[in-house]
């Protein structure tokens, strides 16, 4: 790597807005490279501020660092990603995204009317949940992530 090329940890933070510790543990963690100068410091090609940007935005959106380590590792560590190689990438999370969309809209849609275990109301959750019959179905709050209430109505829970 070209030291005029390079950045060393303190210019990565600067321009990618992480705090040193978080490039850091990215790194520890594969996410991202660096070599070593002769004075053992981390030096970074720049094409790690594309990755650092592709974390940062991949975990707006909800993905976890396990998810993106997968799909990092599927792209080139020594250079910035071409086009086609991100295209690849983004097409194999659209279903993936739709489905966060759809979760999203779904709880801004329910929100005044069901959180938590499904409702605001200790009343509506005898009504909808009553012994907790929801949790049945996995965790968190079952009636935002898309379960029927209507099935656990006294007498038609299953």
Same mark, same amino acid.
């Given at each position: ?11 990565? =933070? ?10 850091? #543990? #990215?790194?520890?963690?594969? /996410? /991202? ?5 002769? +004075?053992?410091?981390?030096? #970074? ?34 250079? +910035? ?10 097409? =194999? ?8 969309? =759809? ?7 329910? /929100? ?21 019959? +929801?949790? =049945? ?22």
């Amino acid at each position: 790597m070209n030291k005029n090329d390079s950045l060393t940890i303190g210019g990565v =933070a600067t321009r990618s807005g992480l705090q040193t510790s978080a490039i850091r #543990y #990215y790194e520890s963690i594969g /996410l /991202l490279g660096s070599d070593r100068s002769g +004075a053992n410091h981390r030096r #970074y090609s720049r094409h790690v501020l594309r990755r650092i940007a592709f974390i940062r935005a991949a975990q707006r959106v909800g993905l976890s660092l396990e998810d993106i380590t997968a799909a990092l590792s599927s792209l080139p560590a020594d250079r +910035a990603p071409n086009k086609t190689e991100w295209a690849r990438l983004s097409r =194999a999370w659209c279903g993936r995204l739709d489905d966060r969309i =759809a979760e999203l809209e779904r709880l801004r849609d329910d /929100l005044t009317g069901c959180i938590g275990c499904g409702c605001l109301s200790l009343a509506t959750c005898r009504l909808y949940n009553p012994d907790d019959a +929801a949790a =049945a179905d996995g965790e968190g709050a079952r009636f935002l992530l898309g379960d029927d209430p209507d099935r656990f109505i006294e007498g038609i829970a299953p």
